[in-house]
């Protein structure tokens, strides 16, 4: 309260009166004479320094002209000012005001100089290496051709070419936009629990063995094992793609492998956005965390995986997905997820009507089992078949580990295969430990969260009408959420 009584008080006062200075006697001619005095002395005072200066400040106009180009030097010139004072009349008063215009200080000029010897350097490196810098500005153009689907910068990799030239040339692919390197595995690090992963090298497949193959007797569900990384979505979704080969090829080309024009590169075509889309990479393989074949000699899938992960920006994007989002790549089909633990289990009759229909299925277990009856938590399976024999509905998966099974009823262990040989005869039942398994259907439910299905794009059968949408896609919308009915299939 004592203080703002105090400037209160003090406020009110009336402001002292300034007593005159001997300026305030003189006429304004006057005064800017006297200022004018004043500056002469000052430069006769100082007249080296003022030198020093102008020298400076024409050196760094010069060096901003020659960075900015003949519009801004032009533009300088009409506005070059004084280095000393700006002059400018006021129509008003008809008097002129003089403004002292300020002076940078030294340290910038040392940075200017600085700019421009190292662009001097720059120019000269140039100079020096001009044929050099051609010839690698050529090699990256002829890798980066023009086609019909291009990537960020307007340009993409033609397969065709780049395996004619490093044939031509005895050399092997290096991927300049996938390196062979750590951040295409994880592009903010390694994180410290995946530490494994510093220690892993690059191979390519003649590296791993004599004589590698791009296919060995054709495609099979059993040509892909999950290894590393958390992508089990991935490897499902694959398997379940390799039992239709006229799908799996549309993905996959078959104008390549290790004899024939080997130039260490292959390419992969991906559905996205209404067409397909061409992928390039080399055959360098991580030796850990790449998925693999039950053939060891056989390397489509590993290379499949690795076109995938470049598709999506690094290895790292390929970990923690669900089937169907690969299956639309594929494909380019519709696909819709069944929730069981929301809803009631679908009836039998609906699934192998899907089945029948050719349609890509999987189921995923809960994220908080651990390991039941053999079954592991949060982890994709793929269906490969759906069968009713003998009034029972029945159901085989298979694990994208290429191991682990179920340990229940109809599982390999189950004396049922053993006392009915004309059920196992009928169901081609092998008590392999490859990851596949029967299962009853009524107990899908009561161990899977969610049924996936895909429906593949078949242009020869039906006809598409395509309608795009300008826009983007929001969470929790109606239109997010939507999933085929049971009516649907």
């Excluded at 006697?25 to 002395?41: A, C, D, F, I, P």
């Excluded at 509905?393 to 191991?403: E, H, K, Q, S």
Aim: proline share 4%; with cysteine; net charge neutral.
């Amino acid at each position: 309260m004592s203080d703002s009584n105090n400037l209160e008080s003090e406020s009110d006062q009336p402001p002292a009166k300034k007593a005159k200075s001997p300026d305030d006697t003189l006429s304004s001619h006057q005064v800017y004479n006297k200022k004018k005095e004043r500056q002469k002395r000052y430069r006769e005072q100082n007249r080296d320094k003022l030198k020093q200066r102008e020298a400076e400040r024409r050196e760094r106009i010069q060096y901003s002209q020659s960075i900015a180009g003949p519009s801004t030097s032009s533009n300088t010139n009409r506005i070059e000012l004084h280095n000393e004072e700006i002059i400018t009349a006021q129509s008003s008063s008809g008097l002129e005001k003089i403004q002292s215009s300020s002076i940078q200080r030294n340290d910038q000029g040392n940075e200017l100089n600085a700019l421009q010897k190292k662009r001097e350097r720059q120019q000269r490196y140039r100079e020096r290496n001009r044929d050099k810098l051609k010839q690698r500005e050529a090699e990256r153009r002829r890798c980066l051709q023009s086609a019909d689907i291009k990537d960020g910068d307007g340009k993409v990799q033609d397969f065709y070419q780049i395996r004619r030239e490093l044939c031509s040339k005895g050399k092997l692919f290096e991927d300049p936009q996938f390196p062979a390197v750590s951040a295409s595995l994880f592009p903010k690090g390694i994180p410290k629990e995946r530490f494994m992963f510093n220690y892993l090298k690059w191979v390519r497949p003649k590296e791993i063995t004599a004589e590698p193959k791009f296919f060995v007797d054709g495609v099979s569900r059993f040509d892909i094992e999950q290894q590393g990384l958390g992508n089990c979505w991935l490897i499902a979704a694959i398997s379940r793609l390799a039992m239709d080969p006229s799908l799996l090829f549309q993905v996959v080309p078959q104008d390549q492998n290790f004899n024939e024009n080997y130039a260490g590169i292959f390419h992969f075509r991906f559905w996205r956005y209404g067409k397909w889309v061409e992928v390039v990479v080399d055959d360098r393989l991580p030796c850990y965390g790449t998925a693999r074949s039950s053939e060891r000699t056989e390397f489509w899938s590993a290379l499949l995986v690795k076109a995938y992960a470049k598709f999506y920006g690094s290895w790292e994007a390929t970990e923690d997905g669900q089937s169907t989002e690969a299956w639309q790549d594929f494909t380019g089909g519709l696909t819709s997820i069944y929730d069981l633990d929301v809803a009631q289990s679908i009836p039998f009759e609906v699934l192998l009507e899907a089945w029948e229909k050719k349609l890509l299925m999987g189921c995923g277990t809960p994220k908080i089992m651990k390991k039941l009856d053999g079954l592991y938590g949060d982890h994709a399976y793929c269906i490969t078949e759906v069968r009713k024999y003998k009034g029972k509905n029945m159901v085989r998966l298979r694990n994208p580990w290429g191991m682990m099974e179920w340990q229940g009823q109809l599982g390999d262990a189950d004396p049922l295969w053993k006392t009915d040989s004309k059920m196992a005869e009928a169901l081609n039942f092998k008590p392999d430990a490859d990851g596949e398994f029967w299962m009853p259907y009524e107990l899908v439910s009561d161990y899977f969260t969610e049924l996936e299905f895909c429906e593949p794009l078949d242009t020869s059968t039906r006809k598409l009408e395509v309608t795009t949408f300008e826009g983007e896609w929001q969470y929790n919308t109606t239109v997010s959420k939507g999933h085929l009915t049971l009516h649907y299939f």
